[in-house]
Every structure is written in structure tokens, then in C-alpha cells.
């Protein structure tokens, strides 16, 4: 049972990490635009920067 | 690729054989030239070409319903006002973009402000459609930056978030951030109950036990002090106020849950209940924050839509030079310019100039009427013809605006006595859930429990009659249906307005704007030669006229020509080649004086011909307005017409649609009072109207609609908006919410049930943490589901 002690606090710090994370994600605004984020993933940026418009 | 001519690629190969247009599509008239169908379409594949930005087209998924965007001018607002500068030389703007279709827009708009290098930042939200910029140099460059958009095809408009909208936003965040405390804890408070739970066999040792329940209350504790709040204030608030509501019991619950808990670690009890405290904190703030973002999504798109319509003013300064305005800003007495095709901003007389205003929106006649020194026009009005100067008298009383405001917030306080459901729920099962509780604990003490005993299965009886279940029956059901009509084009603004919709027994429609489009088209050939549109259209580019747009839009590819003179209220003069081409009023065009049919006409006179041409136009009702209201009678509602217009052309559009029930002329305040007189006479009535002088009446009927042409007052008092030319969105609103409504009842039912099996457990004392856990999560799930059967698309 002794290995509670420690594990219980590992388990702990892990869920700690994930709040951390949701409320950092959501502080930065990566929850603003869910609509967006899905079809920006298509855009590919190669051809919509300078230097692609001059390679296509 | 370098900068020469390179195809455009095809969007569409016509499957007529027929040419269209390369920018949007659309079918080319046979024999028109060239390879677009306007200068609109030509000026934005111009654009796209030059940057290079061709993807565009090959990314780009065209609805059919709504054409491509075509170019349009840069608007005529001072950009400058909504700059605001961040850090040194670089400066932003937020605006609104209309006209998205699909990501090859965000992409388009993004890729070709990010060419330039001045632009630091430019980024489009898809989901609120606000696009902002950053750049270094001056506040000056806006202009620029926002015309490239608009050129582009798309409206785009400066966004001022004002306090509402703002202080909505951070209490949607705040919601959020509790909802993911509350969601972390609950999740490893159950982990640690579960151990607790397989251990109650005799397993574990009762210094484990001690330790996990220690670990519990740790992480539970400061979890329900922080994601509780939003229930404590509620409860504090109504409590202060002298009323209770579904955060009473729940805060009660909660906080005598922790309490209880607390004391039974400390003397090294078998049960805590952190477990289930938090769980239905969770539980609860779920369904807050989905009712939230529902509302605010759509209220939000409603205030977009404002922001698109809301215009800008010309105030002339004591110097005689024109100042662009806020309309907001103007002041009885000021001087006003309206040029041709402006909105007028506010209340006013005439004071130089003539011409018409199209006052379909402020009195539902869709006639153009004359205007002259002396003449009183309205807010909403749109000057068609030529510049006028105003003298705004707003303040005045007796203004159109101040009537139409004043009988609006006698209306609105009339319907703010409809108390949602789920309140009239809360306020009859607070009391009695507290009365059982105490009956509990006084019972318990009677048969000869320990207070402390007493006090814990009365803690229990409080906790599984948490109105978990009861909290999620209606909001769960609001989210998904007011998604599903969110998907639609259909913005449901107020939160009682589902639960309105679903008594209606009675459809009372507006006529100009809302039974019909507001806006005349052409009718097919009646002597008119393809030759005589053509040439009549390339005067009419030049007006603002609504029948001279009208034209226009019917041969758009025609180019306008050059050096027309428009005679105010009469028409359109161009000398071309062969004399003086005249297209406007009978009496302009020398045929006499206009007959008593008042047909929505113009006619074109050409020297080459002997008889001038007339061109008729009509206000067409929507396109499915009469099988919409075949629907709507089919599924038993009565309907009618209720009309400020001019008797004749009402009583055309109501035996068009075979309305029996009809009235034309009618003031706002007219409407009013018939409303009302439906509402005594017991009737529940869906008002849909789209007019000013609608406004009141939206307010005064049980429930309103309103098309996002609307004026933005209307817009305003009306619980729900539909875009698109269609009707339909009024059946599948009542379809829906009728639904709604059926689904809160199961729900409800479905909590009451799931109440009279957990209470009598609860008061006998047999529920321990592991069964409320079961019973609750069970019951909010099973809600929830239920819930989500409202999302389904409607048999049809």
C-alpha cells in the first residue's frame, strides 16, 4: 500500500498538467475559432506565400 | 509563375453548353461577350488574378443558393474611428466580413492581405466571421487594407464590441474555466471513490480508506469553492431578493454535501459523498455553459448582422463641409447630407433638394415616394435619387422613432411576464424538496437516530434530489435545437422564445419584406425587346432607384453608360448617338399622365423608335411563400395579413396566397391593438414581420420572427432571425420548437421519474456515495440523450 504515497501525487501532477494545458489552450484562444481550425488545416501554406506563387 | 495573362481555371462546365461566367458560375445570356457576367465578377477574378491567388478557385466549393461574391465599392464609412493603435507605428482594426462561403474565402482574404508587407497580422474567424488586421504605418491605411476586401466582393464592416457583448464574452470564459476545474476534479475524485468503493468488502484497511478520502477532500474542497460560485451568487442573489430558484437547493446541496462529508473523514466514516458534490457541480455547469453558448452564438450573429446594416451619417459642420458621423452622434438640430442611395440616419425635414425615398422598411409601402423642402422623413428611409439636406428633429417627441420605441417597451413589458419553465419548475420543487429533507431529519430523530445520523441521511435526500436531471431537461434540449436552426439560417435570440413558439395557434405576417422579397423585379417580355433591356439597363446602372436597380439586375452584364442625367422622381436622360435616350415615369417619356392602376413601371423612350416600351416590374412574394402557407394551415394554424401598404396591392398579395384574413393600411399602433385583440380572444399568435413600423407589433405578439433584411429595430425586439429569400424557416421554426417543447416534457418526465424511485431509497436511508453516483450520472446522461434526439433533421 506504501506505493500509494507516491503514485497517488504522480496521478495527481499528471491531471494537474492536463488542466494546466486546457485552461493555457484556452487563455491563447485556440478555442475561439472551432470552425476555422478545421478547414485551415488545408490550407497548405507553400503555395500561399510569397515565395509559392513564384514556384507555381 | 510570372505575371502574364495565364487562364483562369473553368469553375464550372455548364451542362448546357452554354458559356459562364469564369468568376461565378453563372449561365452567360446567349450573345452577351465576353467572360463574366458583370463588371463585379470581372473587377474580383481581376484582383485574384493579379495576386496570383488562382488556388482560389480550385480550393473553393460554390453553394448554389448563394452566387460567388462579386466586387463591390469600398464602404463610404470613416474607417479611421475604429483604429486603434498597438505598440509604436503599427496599428488594427477589427471588422465583421459578410459573404464567406467556405475556407477558399478565409484563405483568399487572409493570403492576399498577408501580401502585403505592411501587414503584420490578418486573420479570419470563421466561426464569428470577424476578420482582424494589424499593420505597421498609418491608421490611414485601413482604407486600403478594407478596400482589397471588398473589392474582393465581400462587406465588410468596422466591429465595436460594446460592454454587452463584452462582458457577455468574459462570463462565457469564466463558465469555461469553472467547467474544467470542475471536470478535473470529478474525474479523479470518482478515480479515488472507486478504490474506496471495491474496497468496501473488507479489503482495504481503514487507514487506506482515511487516506483516499483525505485525498478526496483536498482536491474536491477548493474545486467546489472555485466552479460553485456561479451557484452560490445565483442562490445569494434570489435569496437577498426574496425568491428562490433552482440554485437554492442546489447550492444547499452542495455545500451540506462537503459539510457532511468533511465531518464523517474526520471521525474516519465509512462514506463520503465529494464524489457525487462535484460530480453534479460538473454536471450542472455542462449544462450552463451549452445554454450559454447556444444564446450567445446567436445573439452575437444578430449583432453582426446590425453592424452590416448600420450606416454612417454626413453631418455638415458650421464650416459647410461635410463630416462623416456615427448616426449615434448626431444631435436635434444638426444638418444632414443624404447623397443618392443612403441610408437616411435619422428623423428629419427636408430642408434642400429633391427627390424619392424608398420608405418600405419604415411604413411597408413599396411605392418610392417624392420628398421636398418641408417634407418629414424617417430614420430607415433610403434617398433613391438625388442629394438631399436634412434638419434632424429626432428628439422630438412626436417623431416616428420615438412613437415605434414607445409602444415597443409598452409591448415588450406585457411579454416579459412569461416565466420560463424550467423557473415555474424551480419554484414549485425547491420547497418541497427542503420541506422533505427536514421531514427526513425530524423522522430519523423521532425513530430514535443519532443527530449526526439524522443529519446524514437528510444530506442524502438533499443530494440525490439535486435537480441534476431537472437543471439539464431544458437547456440540453435549447443547445441542440437552437443548433439545429442555427444550421438553418435561423437565430433564436431570446431564451423563452422556443417555449413561446410552441403555443402558438395563430401566424400573423407583414407583407412587404416578409410575405414578399421588399424588392421589384422585372416581368418576363410585355413588348420589350432584348435590345431594349440592354440599352434600358445601361442607363439604369447609373441610379440608385429601386426599379433602375431592378433593371439592372436583370441584364447585369451590361455596361452602364456614361454622362446619364437623373431628374429626380422622374428619370434617367442620356444623349447617345441617335438623340436623347429617356427612361423613367410615363410623364417623363411624354405618354401623358400615370393611370390609376399604380403598376410598379418604367418606361423607356428611344429616338429610333416610334412607341416608347414599358418595362413592369412586381414586389414577388418569396419564392415558396405559397406552399408555406399551405403548410402552415395544413398543420392547423390560422394566418394573416396585416399590411401598412395601400389596400390594392395588399389585397393582390393576400388572394396571390389565399390569406382570407387580411388588412392593409394599418399605423403600427393599428397592429398593436389587433394583436392584443387576438390575445384576448385567447389566441397565441407568431408575429413575423420585417418593417419599423412592424416592431411593435413583434413585441405585442406571443412570440415574433423577422428576416435579416429587417430594420435593425425590428431585428431587435424580434425573439428569432431567418436569412435567405425563403418562408420555410417560419414552418421549421414552429416544427422544432413544438419539438423542443416535447422533448423538455419527456426530460422533465424523465427526472420526476427518476425522483420518485431515488427519493424513498434516500429517505429510508439506503443510499450510500456508490448509488448516488449510479443514480445521478444515470439520470443526467439519460437527459442529455434524450436531448440530442432534438438535433435530427425534421421528417419533412
Keep these: 500500500m506504501s506505493g500509494l504515497l507516491y503514485l497517488i501525487p504522480i496521478a495527481l501532477f499528471l491531471g494537474l498538467l492536463g488542466l494546466a494545458g486546457f485552461l493555457w489552450a484556452m487563455r491563447s484562444g485556440q478555442f475561439d475559432d472551432l470552425d476555422g481550425a478545421g478547414s485551415r488545416i ?15 | 509563375m510570372s505575371g502574364d495573362a495565364r487562364e483562369i481555371p473553368l469553375v464550372a462546365a455548364p451542362a448546357d453548353g452554354a458559356a459562364a461566367c469564369l468568376h461565378c458560375g453563372t449561365a452567360l445570356p446567349e450573345g452577351a461577350g465576353g467572360n463574366y457576367c458583370c463588371a463585379g465578377c470581372e473587377a474580383a477574378a481581376r484582383v485574384i488574378r493579379e495576386a496570383g491567388l488562382f488556388d482560389y478557385y480550385r480550393r473553393r466549393v460554390l453553394d448554389p443558393d448563394a452566387p460567388a461574391p462579386r466586387s463591390q465599392a469600398a464602404p463610404g464609412i470613416d474607417l479611421n474611428r475604429h483604429v486603434r493603435a498597438i505598440g509604436e507605428g503599427r496599428h488594427g482594426i477589427e471588422l465583421v466580413v459578410d459573404g464567406l462561403h467556405c475556407a477558399a474565402c478565409v484563405w483568399l482574404i487572409e493570403t492576399l492581405l498577408r501580401r502585403d508587407p505592411r501587414v503584420r497580422h490578418a486573420r479570419l474567424n470563421v466561426s464569428t466571421r470577424r476578420l482582424s488586421i494589424a499593420w505597421d504605418g498609418a491608421p490611414e491605411l485601413a482604407r486600403e487594407l478594407v478596400g482589397r476586401v471588398t473589392l474582393l466582393g465581400y462587406r465588410a464592416v468596422p466591429y465595436t464590441a460594446d460592454n454587452a457583448a463584452r462582458l457577455e464574452e468574459r462570463e462565457e470564459r469564466a463558465l469555461l474555466r469553472a467547467l474544467a476545474v470542475a471536470g478535473f476534479a470529478a474525474g479523479n475524485v470518482m478515480l479515488l471513490s472507486i478504490a474506496v468503493w471495491s474496497g468496501h468488502g473488507g479489503e482495504m484497511g481503514q487507514a487506506t480508506r482515511d487516506l483516499l478520502h483525505w485525498v478526496s477532500a483536498l482536491i474536491a474542497l477548493p474545486a467546489l469553492a472555485y466552479a460553485g460560485q456561479p451557484f452560490f451568487r445565483s442562490a445569494l442573489q434570489a435569496l437577498r431578493a426574496g425568491r428562490t430558484n433552482m440554485d437554492v437547493p442546489v447550492s444547499i446541496g452542495v455545500l451540506l454535501a462537503a459539510a457532511i462529508s468533511l465531518s464523517e473523514v474526520a471521525r474516519s466514516g465509512p462514506h463520503a459523498y465529494f464524489d457525487s458534490a462535484i460530480t453534479l457541480v460538473f454536471f450542472l455547469l455542462l449544462g450552463r455553459y451549452l445554454e450559454r453558448r447556444a444564446r450567445g452564438r446567436a445573439r452575437s450573429a444578430a449583432r453582426h448582422l446590425l453592424a452590416l446594416s448600420g450606416g454612417i451619417a454626413s453631418r455638415i459642420g458650421a464650416d459647410g463641409a461635410a463630416e462623416p458621423v456615427d448616426p449615434a452622434e448626431l444631435r436635434p438640430g444638426d444638418r444632414l447630407m443624404v447623397a443618392a442611395g443612403e441610408r437616411i440616419a435619422a428623423d428629419g425635414t427636408v430642408l434642400a433638394g429633391r427627390s424619392s ?10 411605392l418610392p415616394q417624392p420628398v421636398a423642402p418641408g417634407t418629414r422623413t424617417f430614420a430607415g428611409m433610403v ?8 434638419r434632424v428633429d429626432a428628439a422630438g417627441t412626436g417623431t416616428l422613432l420615438a412613437e415605434i420605441v414607445r409602444l415597443l417597451e409598452a409591448a415588450e413589458q406585457g411579454n416579459a411576464r412569461h416565466v420560463a419553465l424550467a423557473d415555474r419548475v424551480a419554484r414549485a420543487y425547491a420547497p418541497v424538496v427542503h420541506v422533505l429533507a427536514l421531514l427526513t431529519f425530524a423522522g430519523w430523530l423521532a425513530a430514535g437516530a443519532g443527530p449526526h445520523m439524522a443529519v446524514l441521511i437528510a444530506a442524502t435526500v438533499l443530494i440525490i434530489t439535486c ?5 439539464l431537461a431544458v437547456p440540453a434540449v435549447q443547445v ?48 420589350w425587346s432584348r435590345e431594349d433591356l440592354e440599352l434600358g439597363a445601361a442607363l439604369a446602372a447609373n441610379s440608385r432607384h429601386p426599379l433602375s436597380r431592378a433593371l439592372h439586375r436583370a441584364a447585369p452584364y451590361v455596361a452602364p453608360v456614361t454622362g446619364t442625367v437623373e431628374h429626380p422622381g422622374e428619370g434617367l436622360a442620356w444623349r447617345g448617338q441617335a438623340g436623347t435616350v429617356r427612361l423613367g415615369s410615363r410623364r417623363f417619356c411624354g405618354i401623358g399622365e400615370p393611370g390609376d392602376d399604380e403598376a410598379l413601371e418604367i418606361w423607356l423612350a428611344r429616338p429610333d423608335r416610334s412607341a416608347p416600351v414599358r418595362f413592369t416590374f412586381v414586389d414577388p412574394v418569396r419564392p415558396d411563400a405559397r406552399e408555406t402557407l399551405a403548410e402552415l394551415s395544413r398543420r392547423g394554424y390560422r394566418i394573416a395579413l396585416l399590411s401598412g401598404d395601400r389596400e390594392p396591392v395588399a389585397r393582390a398579395v393576400a388572394s396571390a396566397l389565399g390569406i382570407a384574413a387580411w388588412q392593409a393600411g394599418l399605423t403600427p399602433a393599428d397592429k ?35 428576416p435579416a433584411s429587417a430594420a435593425d429595430v425590428t431585428q431587435t425586439a424580434a425573439d428569432a432571425i431567418f436569412q435567405g429569400d425563403r418562408l ?40 450510500t456515495p456508490l448509488l448516488a453516483a449510479i443514480a445521478m450520472s444515470g439520470s443526467s446522461l439519460l437527459v442529455i440523450a434524450n436531448a440530442m434526439r432534438g438535433g435530427r433533421s425534421a421528417p419533412s
Aim: glycine share 8%.
Design chain 1, 42 to 56: 488545408l490550407f497548405d501554406e507553400d503555395s500561399s506565400d510569397r515565395k509559392g506563387s513564384e514556384k507555381e
Design chain 2, 357 to 366: 425615398v424608398d420608405a418600405s422598411l419604415v411604413t411597408g409601402e413599396s
Design chain 2, 383 to 390: 434617398n433613391l435619387s438625388s442629394p438631399i439636406e436634412l
Design chain 2, 467 to 471: 435537480p441534476c436531471a431537472l437543471a
Design chain 2, 480 to 527: 441542440v435545437v437552437s443548433g439545429a436552426l442555427y444550421r438553418r439560417g435561423i437565430l433564436v435570440k431570446s431564451p423563452t422564445a422556443l417555449e413561446r413558439l410552441a403555443e402558438v395557434d395563430t401566424v400573423v405576417f407583414d407583407k412587404t419584406g416578409t410575405l414578399t422579397l421588399g424588392r421589384p423585379e422585372l416581368i418576363a417580355s410585355d413588348g
Design chain 2, 672 to 706: 398593436c391593438r389587433l394583436l392584443d385583440d387576438l390575445a384576448r380572444a385567447g389566441r397565441r399568435t407568431l408575429m413575423a414581420g420585417d418593417g419599423l413600423n412592424d416592431a411593435p407589433a413583434l413585441a405585442a405578439g406571443h412570440a415574433s420572427i423577422s
Design chain 2, 728 to 767: 420555410r424557416p417560419v414552418v421549421a421554426i414552429l416544427d422544432l420548437a413544438q419539438r423542443a417543447q416535447r422533448l423538455v416534457w419527456q426530460n422533465l418526465a424523465l427526472a420526476l421519474a427518476y425522483n420518485a424511485i431515488a427519493i424513498p431509497l434516500a429517505v429510508l436511508g439506503h443510499v
